[in-house]
């Protein structure tokens, strides 16, 4: 199956060198980056910046489409909503059915748009960080911030690498429940919408039986290695910030100011 959440795909680029702070810190930049982008050239920088990124992590780019796969149906109910029930600007298309503007044209363009760029560009940080890092990334994040709370950072950076780490499994055990049913005549892409839902029962219950009992066997080896997530841990590799990590914040900072400028005067217009 076309599941991109959660791998990784190894390189020696200088994208998958930076520290895992400085990527993820690096994609929330990028979707505000995405979101207040409102005009063609503020667009035109953030499509550069994902083609560049492709480019420089060595990362093929039809695999962060194929994380799209899943999301087809909500753009296309988004671009239909907007194309056909937005009303304002300039009549481009008009029919006794349907009524197209120019604002809606737009509206529908830019909104498909940032679903794309925001999907597929934060597909490069689970592809360029192990998920090992990953976690260690969010852990050092969240540790000043948690120290104020009961909440431990460590447990949070536990329960993400799990995640990250049993998202293609439990897919790829999915794929092949499918493929079994399938083989014993179970039939998912004819009927109707009620038909295929109640055809889905055989696939889920095996997947949430075998998802329990891949929890039970994690629980049961994190205890015999006496694992307890309230004892503080040392780090084989601490992260540390390089010159390369200042010089991708000053260039996430600038085209971030870049865009926000640009939209401001645009929306001035």
């Given amino acids: ?89 300039n009549t481009i298309i008009k029919t006794p059915l349907i009524n ?16 794309v760029l925001i999907v597929c560009t934060s597909s ?32 949070i950076g536990m329960i993400m690498s799990i995640a990250l780490r049993f998202i293609p499994t439990l897919i790829e055990e999915l794929d092949k429940i499918k493929k079994a049913q399938q083989a014993r005549g179970a039939d998912f892409e004819n009927g109707g919408l009620i038909k295929r839902a109640k055809n889905m029962i055989p696939l889920l219950v095996p997947l949430f039986l075998s998802s329990f009992r891949r929890a039970d066997e994690l629980a049961m080896a994190m205890e015999s290695r006496c694992y307890r997530p309230d004892m503080k841990r040392t780090k084989l590799r601490e992260l540390k910030y390089t010159k390369n990590d200042y010089y991708a914040y000053g260039v996430i900072l600038f085209l971030l100011a870049v865009v926000v400028v640009v939209s401001l005067v645009w929306s001035m217009k």
């Fill in 100 to 115: 197209i503007t120019d604002d809606g044209l737009f509206t529908t363009i830019s909104l498909c748009l940032r679903l």
């Fill in 1 to 89: 199956m076309n599941v991109t959440l959660g791998q990784y795909y190894p390189s020696d680029s200088i994208i998958h060198k930076l520290d895992p702070r400085t990527k993820i810190i690096g994609t929330m930049l990028y979707i505000a980056m995405v979101f207040l982008s409102n005009n063609i050239i503020s667009y035109g920088i953030c499509t550069l910046l994902f083609v560049y990124l492709a480019k420089v992590s060595h990362v093929p780019v039809l695999m962060a489409i194929r994380g799209l796969k899943g999301m087809v149906f909500i753009i296309i109910i988004t671009a239909l909503f907007n194309i056909f029930f937005i009303k304002t600007g």
């Fill in 124 to 155: 490069f940080l689970t592809f360029t960080t192990t998920p090992i890092s990953l976690a260690d990334g969010v852990e050092r994040l969240l540790r000043k911030p948690c120290s104020f709370t009961k909440i431990s950072s460590s447990e």
